[in-house]
């Protein structure tokens, strides 16, 4: 049988890859903006209140990514680390679409089977 508890959590997690893919597309829109800093999720972080809770909290905080050079203009957007970064977060989704897609099969199984 489909596992409701398991869907909600798909669902906060496909949510949480979402908002990061719109703060990457962010990033590389800023990339020649002066003094823009690159932002991220703490996405395991966010991820693991999704487990412990079942839920996110539905704008989760977004931080300024430390540690990355920034040109002489203040702005820290590496577009190679945000391409890599929108690739792994596009992959992440896909899979939890077909995570999804599964559930609900599984349920579409118990409806006609009775």
């Known amino acids: 049988m489909a596992n409701v508890p398991m869907l909600q959590q798909l669902s906060s997690y496909l949510e949480l890859t979402n908002q990061r893919q719109q703060l990457i597309v962010s990033n590389m829109a ?23 809770r079942g839920t996110v909290k539905m704008d989760p905080t977004s931080l ?8 002489p203009d203040g702005n820290n957007v590496n577009i190679d680390r945000e391409s890599l970064l929108l ?3 596009q992959l992440q989704y896909q899979i939890g679409v077909q995570l999804v897609k599964e559930e609900f099969h599984k349920l579409l199984t118990v409806i006609k089977e009775g």
């Open 87 to 89: 690739s792994q977060t």
């Open 30 to 52: 800023n990339v020649d903006t002066p003094g823009y800093h690159t932002k991220d999720l703490d996405f395991q972080g966010a991820m693991q209140e999704v487990v412990d």
């Open 64 to 71: 300024e990514v430390e540690g990355l050079p920034e040109r």
